[in-house]
């Protein structure tokens, strides 16, 4: 992606948007300048977009100097959930206001990853997903000169059992992870802004890779047609608007743009009841049996790749 942020289409001007006029097609990582007090820091993890089936999955770390603590409590970090966007984006463009003591990074996976991580063999499950953002985030700040010394995280599952495993992965630093974690630390809150305000701006300001579709109107018999970029809704299954989006967008052959998850159990039971079956057949593996199919009359005990080749036994192999 460039370093171009023209005005829209596209997600909005944030530092962790690189370009909001280019598709989301793979992922990425954003840090903001390292803060320069020395410390030790520490930091806190939380996440966006878990649940909804469409957009990224964000992962957001915020980070200050130790030292710092007492300034951070007085400040409205909290879960970002339980925050209007307009309070969301003041406390982003607050966590950025003091780059000597405080510094945030994301990690966006993108839809494609997603899905493509979940439908492989063996399959590589949305936990395991999120425990490998939340390392990879760790250990670039790490990498960045940063000394941690506590780290909060949002638990994934048993906390101690995920406590256990991060503080396996990075011995010397004092992992403490608690559900609500974005409630209970600032810290915890301020990563939990930074993912929420990036995840949203990415998904308020979608760019469509179907460029062919994007200027086309997608017509439902039993609902009022809509473009493909309108009214996309949070994302969640249970949002109306997203519901209809879903519905209205589906093309029977190929089915939903790279927006949609397509591993979640939402966008299958759509594909399995209204588009159309599809039998995938292996040719190769087709023409091979059929070349070793038995031959009739005197050579019905051989097939026709053995007489080709004038194989009459194992031994000849």
């Keep these: ?52 089936v469409l957009g990224p999955l964000v992962y957001g770390v915020a980070y200050c100097v130790a030292s710092f603590q007492e300034t951070l409590e007085q400040m409205a970090f909290a879960d970002s959930k339980q925050l209007t966007a307009k309070t969301r984006d003041s406390l982003l463009g607050m966590l950025s206001s003091d780059p000597e003591n405080m510094g945030w990074s994301v990690r966006v996976l993108c839809p494609q990853a997603i899905s493509s991580g979940m439908l492989r063999r063996p399959p590589l499950n949305l936990n395991r997903q999120s425990e490998d953002a939340t390392v990879l985030l760790i250990r670039e700040v790490l990498q960045r000169g940063l000394q941690l010394s506590e780290v909060y995280v949002d638990t994934l599952g048993n906390p101690l059992t995920y406590q256990n495993y991060l503080s396996s992965m990075f011995p010397g630093i004092n992992f ?47 609902i009022d047609s809509t473009t493909l970029g309108e009214k996309l809704g949070s994302g969640y299954p249970g949002d109306p608007n997203t519901v209809k989006w879903l519905s209205n967008t589906l093309e029977p052959t190929f089915g939903f743009p790279s927006l949609a998850r397509f591993s979640w159990a939402t966008i299958k039971t759509i594909l399995e009841k209204r588009a159309h079956h599809v039998k995938w057949i292996d040719e190769g593996q087709e023409s091979l049996v059929k070349a070793f199919d038995r031959g009739s009359g005197e050579d019905k005990d051989r097939c026709t790749v053995t007489k080709d080749l004038g194989i009459t036994s194992l031994c000849t192999l």
């Design 1 to 52: 992606m460039s370093n171009s942020q023209d005005s829209e289409p596209g997600p909005s001007r944030i530092p962790s948007i690189p370009n909001p006029n280019e598709p989301l097609s793979a992922s990425y990582t954003f840090h903001t300048p390292t803060p320069t007090a020395p410390g030790p820091y520490i930091l806190g993890v939380d996440e966006a977009g878990r649940g909804p």
């Design 176 to 222: 403490t992870v608690a559900k609500k974690a974005d409630d209970l630390y600032k810290i915890v809150g301020a990563a939990s802004i930074a993912a929420k305000v990036t995840r949203d701006a990415w998904i308020d300001g979608w760019v469509f890779e179907e460029d062919a579709l994007t200027s086309r109107t997608i017509h439902s018999d039993d």
